[in-house]
């Protein structure tokens, strides 16, 4: 730069891009030895201005640990991969010989987390995060956006005017409207408001590009910046809702309780709302809150693994400071300890080594689970779901990729098509949940009308954020506090004073199971009162009648005709005040479910067969084409493609998440139910089992996969579990994406409301068969045994002998 002020070595301004060197400024330290002109500000290597009192000498600045001196071994290893890695050219290597992305290796994270030489970092930012290749695949200009974006009228337009000068007011390449970074500043966030129309302008995009801006020359700041925000961020993250940035907070506090539990309990104990002081280290990559260089450290790595350094580095700092939170005396000094977290962490190796210690096993995948989750809620939250007050392009929240794809850009080009198919898409999606929606208001009214007690039920799905929180307390209350019901497949007489007797289709309450062949269970009426028949001359035969049974004793008084639940005032029987209780084979009965759960004949499909008809008929097949919605078509050799399949894997992939743990609960237990220890099963476990138990059972019949959906649906209302099993689905984000493309429901935050929508059926007992479809088994066709026969095996104990045969 001929004719130009070049600043001292490690002095003012030394570590700016050099069309960043604000000359005025330049120029009077040049002449300071003339004492021409004093400059009016001292200013380190990056441009900010030093208090007087701390001296002209960066050293004497804070963090005096973070030089930016580069180190000769490091420059030469970073030299040596870049050369190991392009060694097929002969003779100097040049950045222009380097390709625009670098291959991902161990070595070369080892060597980013290391740190990147300064002088290097313009161009490795570039390959490493995707924007030089953005930049040589854009069929628009960097130019051409900037003349498209050259409207003052625009809403973002004045706005970036108000903020020029307020968004690094302490640098004097951004002090006043002649400095240098102005102009730059203005024409990147003005293209970037052109390009993504749904961001506009955002204040934390504001920081970022001037930041960068520091370092990099003005085009590649802009391509940085479309890196960023389409690939290293979620969508929305700059939006106006802020959607993004908000789940994030949500996603953090969650791995708080996961990796900080005693800091967890601190914020929980004196309610502070976390994402208020952390929001904004987010919404700005750090570049507003810690000193800039180690804010450099941070985006060497931020730029080659993308967000999750975010939440890594956030655990770090939070674990650096947990014992001085937890020391505070009140609410008030650690929200301000939280606050100034940041800008006193001094040692950047200290700050990666805790946080990669602490959280370096977190993972993409893992963080992108909770994303999905907590934004689907975040949406439901605000009443921003398909069908709500507020209609939301779910296009506009979804992911912009799962991996690196075509940038927005293309999309204005070439989208005009896409477009109009992703409108299409969301008209189908909103079909898709009104059908449903009719289907599970035509169940809940059959209940309604043929069960009077369920008149009390409430139809409207809750999409409040609350709701989420409370499926999976309610689902452990409910397990727990219930004992398990099974219905008696065959009559049982009772013969002694300590057995409990029953009918077939009767509902009994099992007490324990502790041993494999003789159970002990009561008869509580869930069919209404129980009547006990006392034959004349006393007898032993304790019988429990339902209301649908006519049954006429000596008198010829029909009991159908009494009012149910009321006692019977005829001779012969009489109407035993405590619900009976005893031993009984447990071959005699079928579990009804893992949890228990008030009994309904509304719900009983041996009972009332309409609805067999209103669940396998209509609700079935409306959950159906939501699963069948955007679900990948296989190729040409590829295999099947069936909602069935994709269930299978991912029930199977959540449970091996906990397989240790689960695995001996999963091979000692011989029935599909409860463990005998009584531990509450996961939803996880639950639809793993369900799953095994329908394949087991149709495999043998040989029945299509259409059934066996229809089979696991009617087990999951018997479970009232369908709406939890839905969010273990859709949170297996691997099988999620191998299955489904970006725009089907179940890869988009619409799944929720689907969710929402099931709650309503938990409200409801079902006893559906699972195996109604299939045919019927021959052991049932057999003969019975011999009279007399059933009565020795049950007086002996012989209960492992087949009952049926």
């Known amino acids: 730069m001929s004719g130009s002020h070049i600043p001292s070595a490690s002095g003012p301004f030394s570590a700016l891009t050099p069309s960043m ?18 400059p009016e500000f001292y200013y380190d290597e990056f441009g900010f201005r030093v208090d007087k009192e701390e001296g002209a000498d960066p050293s004497s600045s804070r963090l005096p640990t973070l030089s930016l001196m580069e180190d000769p071994p490091q420059r030469l290893q ?144 802009f391509w940085m910046m479309c890196a960023i925000i389409e690939d290293l961020l979620p969508a929305s993250y700059f939006s106006t809702t802020l959607l993004g940035v908000q789940t994030d907070q949500r996603v953090l506090r969650h791995l708080i309780v996961q990796y900080l539990p005693r800091l967890d309990k601190l914020l929980q104990e004196h309610d502070i709302e976390l994402s208020l002081i952390t929001l904004h280290w987010f919404l700005t990559a750090f570049a507003s809150v810690v000193h800039i260089k180690l804010l450099l450290r941070l985006w060497d790595l931020f730029f080659y693994e993308g967000s999750l350094v975010l939440f890594q580095t956030t655990l770090g700092m939070l674990r650096l400071k947990e014992e001085e ?53 975040l949406i439901a939250d605000q009443g921003q779901l398909l069908g709500t007050s507020t209609t939301t392009n779910l296009s506009q929240v979804v992911r912009r990729r799962t991996q690196r ?42 209940f309604q009308c043929t069960d009077p007690k369920n008149c009390n039920v409430e139809l409207t799905p809750d999409y409040s954020m609350e709701s989420h929180q409370r499926d999976h307390e309610n689902y452990v209350a409910c397990s727990r506090s219930h004992r398990r019901r099974a219905k008696a497949l065959l009559d049982f007489e009772r013969h002694d004073d300590d057995e409990l007797g029953f009918r077939k289709n009767d509902i009994i309450t099992i007490i324990s199971q502790k041993d494999e062949h003789c159970w002990v269970g009561e008869l509580n009426g869930l069919r209404g009162e129980a009547l006990v028949w006392t034959p004349a001359g006393g007898g032993g035969l304790v019988t429990p009648l339902h209301h649908s049974c006519f049954l006429q004793p000596a008198t010829g008084l029909s009991l159908s005709s009494a009012p149910w639940g009321e006692s019977v005032g005829t001779p012969g029987f009489s109407q035993d005040p405590a619900s009976p209780t005893g031993w009984f084979p447990a071959k005699f009965v079928e579990v009804l479910d893992e949890r228990s759960k008030e009994y309904s004949i509304a719900g009983d499909d041996t009972v009332t067969e309409g609805v067999t008809d209103l669940v396998r008929g209509t609700l079935c097949p409306a959950l159906k084409a939501l699963f069948e919605h955007g679900l990948k078509k296989p190729s040409l050799l590829g295999g099947a493609c069936h909602p069935w399949l994709f269930i299978e894997e991912a029930a199977g992939r959540e449970v091996e998440r906990d397989f240790d743990s689960v695995y001996s609960r999963l091979v000692l237990c011989k029935t599909y139910r409860l463990d005998e220890d009584g531990k509450v099963l996961t939803p996880e476990e639950l639809l793993y089992r369900a799953v095994q138990s329908v394949n087991v059972t149709h495999d043998a019949a040989h029945a299509q996969m259409d059934v066996k959906l229809r089979s696991l649906i009617c087990v999951g209302l018997n479970e009232q579990v369908l709406h939890l099993w839905l969010e273990v689905l859709c949170s297996s984000l691997p099988t999620v994406e191998k299955w489904y493309q970006p725009w089907s429901f179940l890869r988009s935050p619409g799944w929720v409301q689907i969710k929402c929508e099931l709650r309503v059926l938990c409200c409801f007992a079902f006893s559906l068969s699972q195996d109604w479809e299939l045919p019927v088994k021959r052991e049932e066709e057999k003969k019975p045994l011999k009279e007399g026969v059933q009565d020795m095996l049950v007086k002996h104990h012989l209960f492992s002998w087949d009952i049926d045969g």
């Open 78 to 221: 970073w030299q040596a991969h870049l050369e190991f890695t392009h060694n097929h050219d002969v003779g100097d290597l040049t950045w222009d010989k380097i390709a625009a992305s670098l291959p991902r290796s161990e070595k070369l994270r080892s060597l980013v987390l290391a740190g990147i030489p300064h002088s290097m970092r313009p161009q490795l930012w570039m390959r490493l995060s995707g924007a030089l290749q953005k930049k040589r695949n854009s069929e628009l200009s960097y130019r051409e956006m900037v003349k498209n974006s050259s409207n003052d009228e625009t809403i973002a337009a004045k706005q970036i005017e108000k903020d020029l000068l307020r968004t690094m007011p302490s640098n004097a390449c951004f002090a006043n409207e002649s400095s240098i970074g102005v102009p730059r500043l203005r024409r990147v966030l003005r293209a970037l408001a052109w390009l993504y129309p749904e961001i506009g302008y955002c204040q934390g995009t504001g920081m970022v590009a001037a930041c960068l801006l520091l370092f990099l020359e003005e085009e590649d700041a």
């Open 405 to 446: 794809r075509k940038s927005g850009f293309t999309s204005l080009l070439f989208g005009e098509v896409d477009l109009e198919a992703l409108k299409a898409k969301n008209i189908k999606q909103t079909e898709l949940v009104a059908d449903l929606r009719e289907a599970i208001l035509r169940v809940a009214r059959h």
């Open 325 to 377: 939170l937890i020391q505070s005396e009140n609410s008030a000094s650690i929200f301000n300890t939280l606050s100034d977290i940041p800008s006193q962490i001094e040692d950047a190796e200290l700050l990666l080594g805790e946080a990669m210690r602490l959280a370096g096993s977190l993972t993409d995948v893992a963080v992108e689970t909770q994303r999905r989750k907590h934004l689907a809620y």
């Open 21 to 38: 060197w604000p000359q005025e400024i330049l120029a009077k330290y040049t002449q300071k030895e003339e004492s021409v002109e004093q």
